[in-house]
């Protein structure tokens, strides 16, 4: 049966805004960018609290975080080649105990004008230290309880109980699990510590989870030698019925790091599955990638440029977020653990606040020169810090591994989004739920094209 190809376009961005038009084209879309760039402007950054960016409002950072990333455990039961945590290390072995717990969450709630906190369990496995993970949920529900407190673990499947699954389901956890694609893909990169492969025990444990009514997402990292995203989808969805989020590998090893080669496939896989949805005019699952998602959103948003304000930092590490390690260290995320340079103060003392400021400083797009002429600064605020530090060593100088697939989403949303315009499709269905979805999609079933 014939499908119905997606519309061509002449696409034109405007450099400064982001606002987007567009002409039909009988030939291949193309999409240009056009203008100049003037002096950056971003979101305002009240942390700061003069002009010259020179007096550091400490209190009113604290009083701005929403989310806690406990490294609970930096010990792991696997070996992946990947790892950038020295194998779940952090060059630091060992658990965290609950009276360091008790301390960085005392300070959060103590801290924050917040209502809505995300507690986030990290690793290393989080699931080796599941006592603790129990009595900090016991302890939250029993001292801040008029909160609305999120919360989320991300572990690599091996682990699994009645317990652990009893205390997941009653606390409407957030589950993300390590899978990276079929058997032969996963079990290549990722095994135990003995080198036994962990594919099957995981399945098995996403099958339990699902049967207790508990839905991780995947969280799929690949690489130069792991990329056919495609069928990987297929697997997910068909077999698994679960949402699934590609992240780039990071590391030193040029055998793993995305080539330009790779990120032009990215492209015209996203661009297939796109085709896919448009012809079966059912939109959900087409946007799996929550970054791509938001970039759909943005260029909605642009239609209103004067709303509009360009994002100073990539995400909320060392701003609306802190993560704190088994001793009580306090870092601006998961990924800096371990590295004296980023170590910001322990819970039992005091947060550092001049190391602090000089990681904002650093990390503000502004002060990342390659970023100022990118196309997708506007919306991507300056890039993964945590990815330029391990592939650059330097968390300012941006690294095409990671800016390369950023510009490539973007280029997919403009498209994305000039169809859905073209269709009438509201920027209310891309915040729906229903995109993360894709067991329709991709499969061949003639009922979707009648």
């Known amino acids: 049966m014939q499908k119905t190809k997606f519309n061509n376009y002449d696409i034109q961005v405007d450099l400064e805004t982001g606002k987007i038009n567009y002409s039909n084209l009988k030939e291949n879309t193309k999409i240009s960018f056009f203008g100049t760039f003037s002096d950056i402007k971003t979101e305002n950054t009240s942390y700061f609290s003069s002009q010259d960016n020179q007096t550091f409002d400490l209190e009113y ?47 959060l709630y103590g801290k924050t004008n917040n209502n809505h906190i995300s507690i986030k369990f990290f690793g290393g496995e989080p699931l080796l230290n599941f006592t603790l993970i129990r009595e900090i949920v016991e302890y939250i529900r029993s001292q801040y309880n008029g909160y609305n407190t999120d919360f989320e673990i991300a572990t690599n499947g091996t682990i699994i109980s009645e317990e652990i699954l009893k205390l997941i389901k009653e606390n409407s956890f957030n589950v993300q699990v390590s899978l990276d694609g079929d058997q032969c893909s996963h079990d290549k990169h990722r095994t135990f510590l003995d080198g036994t492969p962990t594919y099957e025990k995981i399945v098995s444990n996403i099958k339990k989870m699902k049967e207790a009514g508990i839905k991780p997402q995947i969280r799929t990292t690949f690489s130069h030698q792991n990329m056919d995203m495609k069928k990987f989808l297929l697997y997910y969805t068909n077999d698994l019925g679960l949402q699934v989020n590609f992240s780039p590998v990071m590391s030193k090893d040029s055998n793993l790091l995305l080539t330009e080669k790779d990120l032009i496939a990215i492209y015209q896989v996203y661009l297939e599955i796109f085709e896919d949805a ?53 870092y601006p995320c998961h990924g800096f653990i371990g590295n004296d340079q980023f170590n910001f103060g322990n819970v039992y003392t005091c947060l550092d606040k001049s190391k602090l400021k000089h990681f904002l400083d650093r990390i503000h797009i502004a002060n990342k020169s390659k970023c100022l002429s990118c196309v997708a600064r506007n919306f991507c605020g300056g890039g993964c810090s945590h990815f330029f530090n391990e592939t650059n060593d330097n968390v300012s100088l941006p690294h095409e591994g990671f800016c390369g697939f950023v510009k490539v989403l973007y280029k997919l949303a403009i498209i994305f989004y000039v169809n859905m315009k073209e269709k009438g499709i509201s920027k209310e269905i891309v915040k729906s739920p229903l995109l993360t979805e894709l067991n329709d999609i991709l499969l061949d079933n003639d009922k979707l094209w009648i």
């Open 61 to 107: 950072l604290l009083s701005s975080l929403c989310s806690l990333e406990l490294n609970i455990s930096q010990l792991c039961n696997m070996n992946c080649k990947y790892c950038f945590a020295n194998s779940g290390t952090y060059g630091n072995a060992g658990m965290m105990s609950f009276e360091t717990a008790k301390i960085a969450i005392d300070l």
């Open 278 to 330: 448009v012809a079966s005019d059912k939109y959900k699952g087409v946007l799996l990638n929550r970054v791509l998602r938001d970039m759909v959103l943005y260029c909605f948003e642009t239609e209103n440029p004067s709303l509009l304000t360009s994002k100073s930092y990539f995400c909320g590490a060392g701003l609306r977020m802190l993560s704190v390690d088994i001793s009580g260290n306090i």
